[in-house]
């Protein structure tokens, strides 16, 4: 009987560890200044440095399996997007979908 309430003890124990994991979002949760704060710089970095840029649509930004603050999104209501930063809000690297607009001259690297 003692066996048995151990084996359904365990049992319960790791249901709730899986369960639990479910719920936790990849990586961790940012505050709203944070997360107001990334946005703006990244849809400030896509108005200025794309031309055509009609509507931004932002998603709530993430943690990314690096550990980096990353914004995904649309432009123009279809291409997509994603914005890595760094911990100090500074951007990293913008990896754009097929039909995105291209950069505007005064943007673009030799």
């Known amino acids: 009987?003692?066996?048995?309430?151990?084996?359904?003890?365990?049992?319960?124990?790791f249901i709730i560890i899986l369960l639990g994991g479910c719920f936790v979002k990849s990586g961790g949760n940012y505050d709203?200044?944070?997360?107001?704060?990334a946005?703006?710089?990244?849809e400030s970095c896509i108005k200025n440095n794309f031309k055509n840029i009609q509507s931004i649509d932002l998603?709530?930004?993430?943690?990314?399996?690096?550990?980096a603050?990353?914004?995904?999104g649309t432009v123009n209501?279809?291409?997509?997007f994603h914005v890595t930063l760094n911990d100090k809000l500074k951007?990293?690297?913008?990896g754009t979908n097929e039909g995105f607009p291209e950069r505007k001259e005064?943007?673009?690297?030799d």
Not at 1 to 13: P, T
Not at 32 to 37: G, P, R, Y
Not at 77 to 80: P, S, V
Not at 106 to 109: A, L, Q, T
């Open 69 to 72: 603050l990353t914004i995904e």
């Open 77 to 80: 209501n279809k291409a997509g």
């Open 32 to 37: 709203e200044k944070t997360t107001a704060k």
């Open 59 to 67: 998603e709530e930004p993430f943690q990314s399996e690096m550990g």
């Open 39 to 42: 946005k703006q710089i990244t």
């Open 106 to 109: 005064e943007c673009k690297e």
């Open 1 to 13: 009987m003692f066996k048995s309430l151990i084996i359904k003890s365990v049992v319960i124990f």
């Open 91 to 94: 951007i990293l690297s913008i």
